[in-house]
């Protein structure tokens, strides 16, 4: 039977809502919650954290449009560079599970290694849906 449904096209936004309410309860956070407390200290009127939360939403759907077209063109460089800088926006939201499978990602670009960059790109796509929810979590 079918619980749910998306209708094209779809928007990962939407996306991400969706699989929040069906996939498995995490093990773990995908934001760390030091990271944010660094960048609020820094930040006394809140809205560069909303401005930095604001832009990763944008910068993360594109890198990942670009990561999944790279990847069917088999562009190793283009999806090592979109991961490279996924990774550096990630870790300075405090999304280190994410930044850690974008490294992962980058180093097997970067070594020709073509056995796991799907699946690594359909991890990233989920951390990138985790983090985008525990960021709007953390501004609500």
């Not at 079918?2 to 939407?14: G, Q, T």
């Not at 990942?64 to 560079?81: I, P, S, W, Y």
Request: aromatic share 4%.
């Amino acid at each position: 039977g079918m619980d749910d449904f998306l209708s094209k096209p779809v928007r990962l936004h939407e996306l991400g809502e969706t699989m929040m309410r069906w996939i498995e309860p995490r093990q773990h956070k995908s934001i760390d919650d030091e990271s944010l407390q660094q960048l609020k200290e820094a930040d006394e009127t809140g809205e560069l954290i909303k401005q930095l939360i604001g832009l990763f939403h944008t910068t993360s759907e594109n890198a990942l449009l670009n990561m999944q077209a790279h990847l069917r063109t088999q562009d190793l460089k283009g999806l090592g560079f979109e991961a490279h800088k996924l990774k550096s926006s990630a870790l300075n939201l405090g999304a280190k599970i994410l930044s850690e499978k974008c490294f992962e990602l980058e180093q097997a670009s970067a070594a020709d290694d073509c056995g796991d960059l799907e699946q690594l790109v359909a991890d990233i796509g989920t951390e990138i849906i985790r983090a985008r929810h525990d960021l709007d979590q953390y501004l609500s």
